[in-house]
Structures are given as C-alpha cells and as structure tokens.
C-alpha cells in the first residue's frame, strides 16, 4: 500500500516516524533525506544524486555514506553520486570518474584511481601528493631513475619502462607512504632525504607533518598514531629523515 511504501522509504533514510511532520520543522539535513527517500520510493533504474549529504554534519554524514551503500545493495539500483569531496567518493563508489572542465581524465575503481592516477591533475585532485619535478637519468629493468633538483638528487621509482631518459617528469609520493624518523633509515633502496619539521599537526588518529628538507621543498608526512601518548616523538624543528620505497611512488608525464 502507499502508507507502507512511504513508511518503508522513511525508514531507509533513518526518518522512521517523522512522516507526519511539516517541512518547517526539520533540519536540514532531515529535509535532504526525504528527497532522498522521495527519490528511492519510485523504485528507479539510475538514480542521480548531486551532493546529496552536504547538508548533514560529518558524523552523520559518515554514517549515511555506509547506509547508503547497503541501500545501493539492496535495491539493485545504480547511484550516479556527484560529489568533490574525494573521501566520500572513494568511499561509496565502485567506479569513479575524475572530471576537469567538463572532459573525463580517468575512471576507474577507487584503489586504481588513488594508486596510479595517469595524470599529475587526478593525482593532485584525489587525496593529497607531493610532488618533484625531474628528469629520467636511466633506465633499467622494473625501475627508473629520476634526477630532481627539489630532492636535492636522485630518487628511484619501480616503472615498467615507460619513460626515456631525458623525458621531463613528475615523482608523485602519497603522504602516507613516507617515513619519518629522527635516525637515517639503513634499509637499501630507499629514497631518503634529510630536513627539519617546519609545521605539524595532530589530528588524533594520525599527525601531519610536514618536513622542510635541505633544498628548501616542504614534503608533507602522514604518521598514524597508534600509540597512546600525549608527548610528540618528533616536535616542531627536529631534525629528521624522511624515506620510501622505491614502490611507493609514481611517475607521471603530464
């Protein structure tokens, strides 16, 4: 019956017995889910959500994403989500469309879009980079060489083969992916750097640093903090090491 199908779509959005109040008394957020279920109780095919959660406050916001999902998977239905907030893109999707200017620079699962992003735009645009400018120096098997002036000298990139020598690139490095230490790490292969904390922030689950090496680059670190302690290990202008493996950076070309 209507009363159940309107009950039911209430409840899917988390508004189970609100249904007989006006709009005027609901937040904003309680509005934007009811044009949502509005939405969901045509039963569609595709289903176009253009920012459909930024109205609610981020713990809700989070915990929407997840119903979301499992409403996605239930239904059958296929959610075309606009969003720019790249967390909650890689979050509730299973394929994502990076666009620039109305053109389509990839699309791909969450993980290959993050992980090898084809250009230096999507890698910039989905989550945080670094980047050094530089030129291929050599070449050899699984693994390319890239001389930098920003990095003070070589760096070391796995590749298969790519790239010519000569060719002016770009070594793209997740803040995750680095390391920071007080010591120089002693594991061979490593692209390693020196520098000095010039800013760093505590963000509870994990600190950003960021690291302002010999040639003046600043370099930003996430550091999960998956010890109990209210004392820094690496404070404001300690000298530091920064390091990764030669796997966990990318080159690009443009």
């Known amino acids: 019956t209507q009363r159940k199908r309107v009950a039911e779509a209430l409840e899917m959005v988390r508004l189970g017995g609100l249904g007989a109040r006006k709009p005027h008394?609901?937040?904003g957020g309680q509005r934007q889910r009811v044009a949502l279920a509005r939405a969901l109780i045509r039963r569609p095919k595709v289903l176009l959500l253009d920012e459909p959660l930024s109205a609610l406050d981020r713990k809700l916001r989070s915990e929407t994403q997840f119903e979301l999902m499992n409403l996605q998977y239930e239904l059958g239905t296929t959610f075309v989500f606009v969003t720019h907030d790249q967390d909650e893109a890689m979050a509730l999707s299973t394929r994502i469309a990076v666009m620039n200017r109305g053109q389509v620079l990839q699309v791909g699962a969450p993980a290959e879009i993050y992980e090898f992003p084809q250009s230096r735009f999507v890698a910039d645009f989905v989550g945080t980079t670094n980047f050094?400018?530089?030129?291929?120096c050599a070449n050899a098997e699984g693994h390319v060489t890239v001389r930098c002036e920003e990095a003070g000298g070589d760096l070391l990139v796995d590749d298969i083969g790519r790239f010519t020598v000569g060719q002016q690139v770009w070594v793209a490095v997740r803040p995750e992916k680095v390391q920071v230490r007080k010591q120089p790490a002693t594991e061979p292969g490593l692209n390693q750097l020196p520098g000095m904390v010039w800013e760093l922030g505590y963000l509870g689950d994990r600190s950003t640093y960021r690291i302002k090496t010999a040639t003046g680059k600043l370099v930003t670190v996430f550091a999960q903090n998956d010890q109990r302690t209210a004392d820094w290990a690496i404070d404001w202008s300690d000298e530091v090491y920064i390091s990764w493996r030669?796997?966990?950076?990318?080159?690009?070309?443009?």
Not at 132 to 136: D, H, P, S, Y
Not at 246 to 254: E, F, N
């Open 25 to 27: 008394q609901l937040s």
């Open 246 to 254: 030669a796997d966990a950076a990318i080159v690009l070309s443009s």
């Open 132 to 136: 050094f400018a530089g030129t291929v």
